[in-house]
T-cell receptor
């Protein structure tokens, strides 16, 4: 089955700086890569996703890049704000495409 | 409904007792998933239902765990003879998008504590 590795496990940044989280996946046939944000005590919520036919996607301060050759994708948060503090999860469905395998999560702390 | 609803939100049970966790997906969503999140950990896949197809049970950790989905809607996850290592948040998600992993909407979860 699909295997997803996520780094770093924790990330502390100063407000206004950028944050980058990286994930690698194992199944080269995987074609969809979402990122979820989970605030403390809340449910995970989709914040951005990318399909394998594009290399980058942006939505305001967040962007995701995909390198299919290397089988890795990254989340970029620019101009971080305290409300960006949360746990972020990447995921990949693998070849079967019917369920997501999640990375281990990155706890982001934005210091004011 | 407007979102995925899970009940109870919290459950404390004694070791060895059985528990049932309920998930009510978004109306019309054919795919339903159960995941487990242990404290400070990632999301561990448990089971997946898609329409009338046989469920994908490949993530269930032991035969003490089972799940059913009645009428293609509500799902119940049952844990028999609970153990302390079963303590976790159990998350349900549903999706109206088939075959891509897209469109997950998560419920708020059931926090299970086995004492």
């Amino acid at each position: 089955g699909e295997n997803v590795e996520q780094h770093p496990s924790t990330l502390s940044v100063q407000e206004g700086d950028s944050a980058v989280i990286k994930c690698t996946y194992s199944d080269s046939a995987s074609n969809y890569f979402p990122w979820y944000k989970q605030e403390l005590g809340k449910r995970p919520q989709l914040i951005i996703d990318i399909r394998s036919n594009v290399g980058e996607k942006k939505d305001q301060r967040i962007a995701v890049t995909l390198n299919k050759t290397a089988k890795h994708f990254s989340l970029h948060i620019t101009e971080t704000q305290p409300e960006d503090s949360a746990v972020y999860f990447c995921a990949s469905p693998g070849a079967a495409g019917n369920k997501l395998t999640f990375g281990g999560g990155t706890r982001v702390l934005v210091k004011p | 409904g407007a979102g995925v609803s899970q009940s109870p939100s919290n459950k404390v049970t004694e070791k060895g007792k059985d528990v049932e966790l309920r998930c009510d997906p978004i109306s019309g969503h054919t795919a339903l998933y159960w995941y487990r999140q242990s404290l400070g950990q990632g999301l561990e896949f448990l089971i997946y239902f898609q329409g009338n197809s046989a469920p994908d049970k490949s993530g269930l950790p032991s035969d003490r765990f089972s799940a059913e989905r009645t009428g293609g809607s509500v799902s119940t996850l049952t844990i028999q003879r609970t153990q302390q290592e079963d303590s976790a948040v159990y998350l349900c998600a549903s999706s109206g998008v088939v075959g891509t992993g897209a469109g997950y909407t998560f419920g708020s979860g059931t926090r299970l504590t086995v004492v």
